[in-house]
């Protein structure tokens, strides 16, 4: 699986949009871009993901580069609740084996 | 649609001591994913099941670890002669499998051994 680099940490103000850039260069064509968070204390929590398009969903949007080597995580309106480690993750969709790094540390502070 | 369920929350044990470890996957997915996570880093995979299949297995994981689906239904992870170095959070998954796969985790089993 392709490797991913994410800023190591961010801080977002409650009510405003969270953009979670990752950087994916070595991605290859029938790789997804899955992002999961973690919040305290619980087990990964899936978002989203996609392979070409842009995808939203109840959750957020995942913007995804026409070139593939990048995509950002757009929380439209963070709440304190969103506050996670959240995990960029690139592989192939079969036999889905997650590669974690090591994510980026989200605070929402109000 | 209950989740993934894992029992117990919370193990301490010595060290030399076997330990198991039980997840209960959502009813209707036949893909079980074992992952371990220690402080600060994120989760590695260990192992997984599709149906009763081991089909995967770490190359980081030890001969004392082992793990079993029977029937395609719960899992069970094995530690035998524990170590300090195994203290970690034990973390469960299932999915269905497919095209699009998304992984349903559980709460996990911290590992404390003394």
């Known amino acids: 699986d392709a490797k991913t680099t994410q800023p190591t940490s961010m801080d977002c103000a409650e009510g405003r949009a969270a953009n979670l850039p990752c950087n994916h260069s070595t991605i290859s064509g029938n790789e997804y871009v899955y992002w999961y968070r973690q919040i305290h204390s619980q087990g990964p929590q899936y978002i989203i993901h996609g392979l070409k398009n842009n995808e939203t969903n109840e959750m957020a949007s995942l913007i995804i580069t026409e070139d593939r080597k990048s995509s950002t995580l757009i929380l439209p309106h963070a709440t304190l609740r969103d506050t996670a480690v959240y995990y960029c993750i690139v592989t192939k969709a079969a036999g889905n084996k997650l590669t974690f790094g090591g994510g980026t540390r989200v605070l929402v502070k109000p | 649609d209950t989740g993934v369920s894992q029992d117990p929350r919370h193990k301490i044990t010595k060290r030399g001591q076997n330990v198991t470890f039980r997840c209960d996957p959502i009813?209707?997915?036949?893909?079980l994913y074992w992952y371990r996570q220690t402080l600060g880093q994120g989760p590695e995979f260990l192992t997984y099941?599709?149906?009763?299949?081991?089909?995967?297995k770490s190359r980081l994981l030890s001969d004392r670890f082992s793990a079993e689906r029977p029937k395609g239904s719960f899992s069970t992870l094995e530690i035998q002669r524990t170590e300090q170095g195994d203290s970690a959070m034990y973390l469960c998954a299932s999915s269905f499998g497919g095209t699009g796969e998304k992984l349903f985790f559980g709460s996990g089993t911290q590992l404390s051994v003394l």
């Open positions: 099941f599709q149906n009763e299949a081991q089909l995967e």
């Open positions: 009813s209707e997915h036949n893909r």
